[in-house]
């Protein structure tokens, strides 16, 4: 489908171009945009014409443009992306308000939590409360 359908599936109602296309440059999707010659440019099935990075910036607008109460993010990647991982914590800071629970490496996410949890050997401990065992 399009990068306009692979931005907006599941959003509803779905936004018009001007704000879709926005979002998109706000997640660093402008050289996509560009290389695909606008929204309707094709996008493979899964998004896989896209790098990994594309791809996980393209989820990213995708949930930008839901606005959800909820969010599960699951990217050992967004640790890696500086830039994208800046981003996500500003858009969810600012400009969004769900719950988040995100599953990742410690990165900038980090730095926006109320509650961190750690799961080692077996336990989920609230990282502020870690036994001595579990903080090493």
Known sequence: GSLRRALTLG???RPDDDTIHAMA???GLGALIERLG?????VGESG?????GERRRVQMARAALMQPDLLLIDMPGLAS??????????FLQH???PTVLAVAPVG???AIANR???????????ADNLSPALAS
């Open 116 to 126: 961190r949890f750690v799961i080692a050997d077996g336990e989920v401990q609230e």
């Open 25 to 27: 440059a706000r997640f």
């Open 95 to 97: 400009h969004c308000s």
């Open 108 to 110: 900038p996410l980090e």
């Open 48 to 52: 896989r014409t896209l790098s990994d």
């Open 11 to 13: 959003v509803s109602p």
């Open 81 to 90: 992306d500086a830039p994208l991982g800046r981003e996500v914590a500003g």
């Open 38 to 42: 606008g929204l309707g440019g094709r």
